[in-house]
């Protein structure tokens, strides 16, 4: 007896799963990478460096017997590395933690007014963040590794590269919102829909 295909196709809505004879037929969605940026695209290469890293550790640690010493350090700065310009593509689509309780409490021109303050104070918080990052770097100078013969500069330069990343971000997302009229914190499910 062949299964029930009109409960299967009921549940998934227009697509049909099973045929008459009850072989299984899914199609993939098509694969769109367009919406990741550059800054993404830089943290996965990072994220796939610290990978290698720690696998290069462990296979030295555990198979040789003799631990790579300077991989722990690097690992420790390219996490750093990873955090840092993963904070610009996190804040170009709103995926930072947000409170947005009170929002439903107020009238909706306060409600406007709070959330475009918000989007400003970001833009400066951003942008002073990259100052005093450029500031520590000036006075860190020559300032070398632990166990890497490499200037410290390098890890905070990323940082200083995210940092203006997400100001830039920061700066577009507050421009978007002004446009559209509101926020994901006014809006909740406008993150739902899809948002920026």
């Not at 350090?73 to 947000?98: D, G, M, P, Q, W």
């Not at 890497?148 to 990343?165: E, H, K, Q």
């Amino acid at each position: 007896m062949p299964p029930d295909t009109t409960t299967a196709t009921a549940a998934i809505g227009e697509e049909h799963v099973l045929d008459a004879s009850g072989h299984m037929h899914v199609t993939d969605a098509p694969i769109d990478l367009a919406h990741y940026t550059f800054e993404a695209w830089l943290a996965f290469a990072f994220f796939w460096v610290l990978a290698a890293d720690i696998f290069y550790q462990f296979f030295t640690r555990y198979a040789l017997n003799d631990s790579a010493a300077w991989t722990e350090e690097i690992a420790r700065y390219l996490l750093i590395c990873v955090v840092f310009i993963a904070i610009a593509a996190s804040v170009r689509t709103n995926r930072h933690i947000h409170v947005d309780f009170f929002y439903r409490l107020l009238p909706e021109p306060a409600a406007r007014i709070l959330s475009t303050l918000v989007d400003v104070i970001r833009v400066i918080f951003f942008g002073y963040a990259v100052y005093l990052t450029w500031a520590m770097m000036q006075k860190m100078g020559s300032y070398k590794m632990t166990i890497i013969d490499l200037p410290m500069n390098t890890v905070y330069g990323v940082c200083l590269v995210g940092f203006a990343f997400a100001c830039l971000r920061a700066v577009q997302v507050l421009v978007i919102h002004w446009r559209q009229g509101y926020s994901v914190l006014e809006r909740p499910e406008a993150a739902m829909e899809g948002g920026i």
